[in-house]
């Protein structure tokens, strides 16, 4: 209880001092100074090419707070970055954290877009290493095997993946945006929008890109270096990135492109693990899994090298001075090889793998190459009625990963089989499709309403192949196969309707049509060589359920100082297409999944208080989510048979309840040093899950929700002596998770486990001019061993350079 006393206190002793700082300072001057930048919430059209607005409408309050010059000429970017334009637009209900480009380059050790969200309250990205293709995105309630219980937009295009709910496939396709090209990014809490399905019961993370307004080039290189030591395994690894963007605009046409290539190479990603030492074989090191067992680790395994293209165009055409078409088109490419280290020696000194099949696990080569499309046409009048169109469709063009089957048995040396696996995900898309409007008929209502589709389309076969590195794509034999389409068709219509000066309530509803067909399921049962012994296949039923989610919220407003509000909403979160038809398997024993999964039912609740500054706000979150039959990995009995599988079931009764405190501030005690952070406690508990089998006895009920931490916190100071210097110091939090329903696991720092960090941030930003920047900063400075289940980076120095024509 010692740690979460002192996180606690902290948090109340920086919120202390936050209200008692000056909320104001004069603003001076200095000889030299970097002229100012105006970040605003649109790019501006030329002054030749001003918009005709609708006629002026009475005013009424808004949330913005103007922010004062910085005394002595030290830049303080965008410090109150204001209500994000979406929910400004659409007036979204939902309780909202962002974080401008300014403030990113300044604070953040940026070398892949997911970076940005690092220090915004209550959030995690799982990021393993740089290049990560996997890197999923926790919130306050819901944990980092959670990716279909949150949302990812960039320009209101949807990134995340919801062909799953998982670390693997489930991430959302980060690379379709480029760091350079990022404006600003904004979280909203909770699924209290009409406007958003119910995977938005974690959070919506909109991601708001930027357009020229003139010829621009800018070209950056990032370099990157860390330090790694564990057990037997000790090196550098480095990554190279190289970003350049080009963008103009001529009149009503305007353009941005953008390109990334980057080298990376990884520290271990697993360790390979074993019960007994290898007979004939020396070099085993005695250690225990995370719930106990042995687990003696005789080498590394998911030493990756990553190759990295990232392509984006996006193309704007001003239809008319309020009517704007955007096309955007993103190709990303990925070529990656897992190599593995053994510690292992025979009685001659020579390097074995000892018979041990893990060691084929995790050696592999992986392509990759995915396309992305999308449009959209938008009105922006600000006045009676406004649109916003939008259809984009993700392909996976090539996805092929390749890996012996097994080891080359005995201790003579280090030998992979010639057979193996090849697993394709190529054909698997999806395509998505709003159409929303806001009809503003007076200055008490603002009614938005909309359409939306979806199809997601999973294609995952997994073949046997006699020579698995020799480049051929497939054979006639399948080990296994997984198949299957989800749908959906909602409509939805919100009124915020402002009944007095400083009260508005907000009420919407969402319907939802859902179906998933076409589910097919191969398997196969196979020999320890390889050999496929027996076949069986299954099309699996149709599944459809329709939903009706309302949702409520009371906004009080007696000043510009002050907010509260108190947020309901129901949501239903339907079935991915993996968790319907993933494989069940133990071994050589067959089972096929039982698809008859119901949709998530989440009751939502958020009172929120918030204290804004010229220079930075206070806000304080109790939050409280029940959730009927929650979609959860477990282990119990496949209808039918008495074998103990793991599996995705529904779980009866799933409770978050929680309080957030999320503080930023500038001119803290001293001019020019802004501090941020926020500390989150959530009790995650499961009320029910009579399904819940164990071989020790151990009951699921009242355990902890896996993956979700006790406590999280950030704390950060960024301290701008001049326009030049912005130095920046950041300390992260995550208390324990458990990866077990019964929680179960209890062994720190062994793989698969997962364990509670504090890790140390370093940044310093140099100024050369507007148009050249250096950067130079350390991550977990500290070099703190923790595992997430995978090995996380040790200490890692990051440098850049930015220059802009």
Same mark, same amino acid.
């Given at each position: 209880?010692?740690?979460?006393?002192?996180?606690?206190?902290?948090?109340?002793?920086?919120?202390? #001092?936050?209200?008692?700082?000056?909320?104001?300072?004069?603003?001076?001057?200095?000889?030299?100074?970097?002229?100012?930048? $105006?970040?605003?919430?649109?790019? +501006?059209?030329?002054?030749?090419?001003?918009?005709?607005?609708?006629?002026?409408?009475?005013?009424?309050?808004?949330?913005?707070?103007?922010?004062?010059?910085?005394?002595?000429?030290?830049?303080?970017?965008?410090?109150?970055?204001?209500?994000?334009?979406?929910?400004?637009?659409?007036?979204?209900?939902?309780?909202?954290?962002?974080?401008?480009?300014?403030?990113?380059?300044?604070?953040?050790?940026?070398?892949?877009?997911?970076? %940005?969200? +690092?220090?915004?309250?209550?959030?995690?990205?799982?990021?393993?290493? $740089?290049?990560?293709?996997?890197?999923?995105?926790?919130?306050?309630?819901?944990?980092?095997?959670?990716?279909?219980?949150?949302?990812?937009?960039?320009?209101? *295009?949807?990134?995340?993946?919801?062909? /799953?709910?998982?670390?693997?496939?489930?991430?959302?396709?980060?690379?379709?945006?480029?760091?350079?090209?990022?404006?600003?990014?904004?979280?909203?809490?909770?699924?209290?929008?009409?406007?958003?399905?119910?995977?938005?019961?974690?959070?919506?993370?909109?991601?708001?890109?930027?357009?020229?307004?003139?010829?621009?080039?800018?070209?950056?290189?990032?370099?990157?270096?860390?330090?790694?030591?564990?057990?037997?395994?000790?090196?550098?690894?480095?990554?190279?990135?190289?970003?350049?963007?080009?963008?103009?605009?001529? /009149?009503?046409?305007?353009?941005?492109?953008?390109?990334?290539?980057?080298?990376?190479?990884?520290?271990? #990603?697993?360790?390979?693990?074993?019960?007994?030492?290898?007979?004939?074989?020396?070099?085993?090191?005695?250690?225990?899994?995370?719930?106990?067992?042995?687990?003696?680790?005789?080498?590394?395994?998911?030493?990756?090298?990553?190759?990295?293209?990232?392509?984006?165009?996006?193309?704007?055409?001003?239809?008319?001075?309020?009517?704007?078409?955007? =096309?955007?088109?993103?190709?990303?490419?990925?070529?990656?090889?897992?190599?593995?280290?053994?510690?292992? !020696?025979?009685?001659?000194?020579?390097?074995?793998?000892?018979?041990?099949?893990? @060691?084929?696990?995790?050696?592999?080569?992986?392509?990759?190459?995915?396309?992305?499309?999308?449009?959209?046409? +938008?009105?922006?009048?600000?006045?009676?009625?406004?649109?916003?169109?939008?259809?984009?469709?993700?392909?996976?063009?090539?996805?092929?990963?390749?890996?012996?089957?097994?080891?080359?048995?005995?201790?003579?040396?280090?030998?992979?089989?010639?057979?193996?696996?090849?697993?394709?995900?190529?054909?698997?898309?999806?395509?998505?499709?709003?159409?929303? %409007?806001?009809?503003?008929?007076?200055?008490?209502?603002?009614?938005?309403?909309?359409?939306?589709?979806?199809?997601?389309?999973?294609? $995952?076969?997994?073949?046997?192949?006699?020579?698995?590195?020799? /480049?051929?794509?497939?054979?006639?034999?399948?080990?296994?196969?997984?198949?299957?389409?989800?749908?959906?068709?909602?409509?939805?219509?919100?009124?915020?309707?402002?009944?007095?000066?400083?009260?508005?309530?907000?009420?919407?509803?969402?319907?939802?049509?859902?179906?998933?067909?076409?589910?097919? $399921?191969?398997?196969?049962?196979?020999?320890?060589?390889?050999?496929?012994?027996?076949?069986?296949?299954?099309?699996?039923?149709?599944?459809?359920?329709? !939903?009706?989610?309302?949702?409520?919220?009371?906004?009080?407003?007696?000043?510009?100082?002050?907010?509260?509000?108190?947020?309901?909403?129901?949501?239903?979160?339907?079935?991915?297409?993996?968790?319907?038809?993933?494989?069940?398997?133990?071994?050589?024993?067959?089972?096929?999944?039982?698809?008859?999964?119901?949709?998530?039912?989440?009751?939502?609740?958020?009172?929120?208080?918030?204290?804004? @500054?010229?220079?930075?706000?206070?806000?304080?979150?109790?939050?409280?989510?029940?959730?009927?039959?929650?979609?959860?990995?477990?282990?119990?009995?496949?209808?039918?048979?008495?074998?103990?599988?793991?599996?995705?079931?529904?779980?009866?009764?799933?409770?978050?309840?929680?309080?957030?405190?999320?503080?930023?501030? &500038?001119?803290?005690? *001293?001019?020019? #040093?802004?501090?941020?952070?926020?500390?989150?406690?959530?009790?995650?508990?499961?009320?029910?899950?009579?399904?819940?089998?164990?071989?020790?006895?151990?009951?699921?009920?009242?355990?902890?929700?896996?993956?979700?931490?006790?406590?999280?916190?950030?704390? /950060?100071?960024?301290?701008?002596?001049?326009?030049?210097?912005?130095?920046?110091?950041?300390? !992260?939090?995550?208390?324990?998770? =458990?990866?077990?329903?019964?929680?179960? &696991?209890?062994?720190?720092?062994?793989?698969?486990?997962?364990?509670?960090?504090?890790?140390?941030?370093?940044?310093?930003? =140099?100024?050369?001019?507007?148009?050249?920047?250096?950067?130079?900063?350390?991550?977990?400075?500290?070099?703190?061993? =923790?595992?997430?289940?995978?090995?996380?980076?040790?200490?890692?120095?990051?440098?850049?350079? +930015?220059?802009?024509?």
């Amino acid at each position: 209880m010692g740690r979460p006393r002192s996180l606690n206190g902290s948090g109340t002793l920086l919120a202390a #001092l936050l209200i008692l700082a000056p909320a104001t300072a004069p603003a001076q001057t200095s000889d030299g100074e970097l002229p100012q930048i $105006n970040v605003e919430a649109r790019s +501006k059209k030329p002054a030749a090419k001003p918009r005709r607005l609708a006629p002026a409408r009475p005013s009424r309050p808004v949330t913005t707070v103007v922010v004062n010059p910085q005394p002595g000429g030290g830049e303080a970017p965008n410090t109150s970055p204001g209500t994000p334009p979406i929910k400004q637009t659409y007036q979204l209900p939902q309780t909202a954290a962002s974080v401008t480009a300014a403030e990113i380059e300044q604070k953040v050790n940026v070398v892949d877009s997911e970076d %940005a969200v +690092k220090y915004l309250p209550s959030l995690f990205v799982r990021k393993r290493n $740089n290049g990560d293709t996997q890197p999923t995105l926790a919130t306050r309630s819901w944990g980092i095997n959670s990716s279909a219980r949150n949302l990812v937009y960039v320009d209101d *295009i949807l990134i995340s993946a919801l062909i /799953g709910n998982n670390n693997t496939i489930g991430a959302p396709r980060w690379g379709l945006v480029a760091p350079e090209e990022i404006k600003r990014v904004d979280f909203l809490y909770g699924p209290f929008a009409a406007a958003y399905p119910g995977n938005a019961m974690g959070g919506v993370l909109l991601i708001t890109t930027r357009m020229p307004d003139k010829l621009e080039f800018t070209a950056k290189q990032v370099e990157s270096l860390q330090s790694f030591e564990r057990y037997n395994t000790s090196g550098s690894y480095r990554t190279d990135q190289t970003s350049v963007t080009l963008g103009d605009r001529s /009149g009503n046409f305007s353009y941005f492109l953008s390109g990334n290539v980057q080298n990376s190479f990884s520290q271990p #990603l697993s360790w390979i693990t074993t019960a007994t030492t290898p007979a004939g074989s020396s070099g085993t090191i005695p250690q225990l899994n995370k719930t106990g067992a042995v687990a003696n680790v005789v080498g590394a395994g998911g030493l990756l090298h990553t190759e990295m293209a990232n392509l984006k165009g996006k193309f704007a055409w001003d239809i008319t001075p309020l009517v704007q078409a955007v =096309y955007a088109i993103g190709y990303w490419s990925n070529d990656a090889d897992s190599r593995v280290e053994s510690y292992l !020696r025979n009685a001659a000194g020579v390097t074995t793998f000892g018979g041990v099949a893990g @060691f084929a696990a995790s050696a592999y080569t992986l392509n990759e190459q995915h396309l992305a499309n999308s449009l959209s046409v +938008k009105s922006d009048t600000k006045g009676s009625f406004d649109f916003d169109l939008s259809v984009s469709r993700y392909d996976w063009l090539e996805d092929i990963q390749r890996n012996p089957y097994t080891v080359v048995a005995g201790s003579a040396a280090a030998g992979f089989s010639s057979n193996g696996k090849i697993a394709r995900l190529d054909g698997t898309n999806w395509m998505n499709g709003d159409a929303k %409007a806001i009809w503003r008929p007076n200055d008490a209502h603002e009614i938005s309403f909309g359409l939306h589709a979806d199809r997601y389309f999973l294609n $995952n076969p997994t073949y046997a192949t006699p020579t698995w590195n020799s /480049g051929s794509d497939s054979t006639a034999a399948l080990y296994s196969s997984g198949q299957g389409t989800t749908r959906t068709a909602a409509r939805w219509l919100q009124d915020a309707w402002r009944f007095a000066p400083a009260l508005k309530l907000t009420l919407g509803g969402r319907l939802e049509d859902w179906k998933a067909y076409d589910g097919t $399921n191969l398997q196969t049962a196979q020999s320890a060589a390889g050999a496929i012994l027996s076949s069986s296949a299954k099309l699996q039923p149709e599944l459809d359920a329709t !939903r009706f989610s309302p949702k409520a919220s009371l906004a009080f407003e007696p000043s510009k100082q002050w907010l509260a509000t108190a947020s309901f909403g129901q949501a239903y979160r339907f079935p991915t297409v993996s968790e319907l038809y993933q494989i069940v398997s133990s071994g050589t024993n067959l089972q096929f999944p039982n698809p008859n999964l119901t949709p998530e039912n989440v009751l939502s609740e958020e009172l929120a208080l918030e204290r804004r @500054f010229t220079d930075g706000k206070v806000r304080l979150s109790l939050f409280h989510e029940y959730v009927r039959d929650a979609l959860i990995s477990q282990t119990g009995v496949v209808a039918g048979s008495t074998t103990i599988f793991t599996f995705f079931s529904n779980v009866d009764a799933v409770r978050n309840r929680g309080v957030e405190l999320a503080v930023q501030k &500038d001119n803290v005690l *001293i001019d020019r #040093l802004e501090m941020f952070g926020s500390v989150t406690y959530v009790d995650s508990r499961i009320i029910s899950d009579p399904d819940f089998v164990s071989s020790t006895g151990t009951t699921a009920t009242g355990k902890r929700v896996p993956y979700v931490p006790d406590w999280r916190a950030t704390l /950060g100071a960024t301290y701008r002596p001049d326009a030049y210097w912005a130095l920046t110091a950041a300390l !992260r939090y995550s208390g324990k998770q =458990y990866s077990t329903l019964d929680n179960t &696991d209890i062994i720190s720092n062994v793989y698969g486990a997962f364990d509670s960090f504090t890790v140390v941030d370093l940044r310093a930003q =140099y100024k050369f001019s507007e148009t050249a920047t250096a950067d130079f900063g350390i991550d977990n400075v500290g070099n703190t061993q =923790y595992t997430l289940f995978h090995p996380f980076p040790g200490r890692t120095y990051v440098a850049d350079v +930015k220059i802009k024509f």
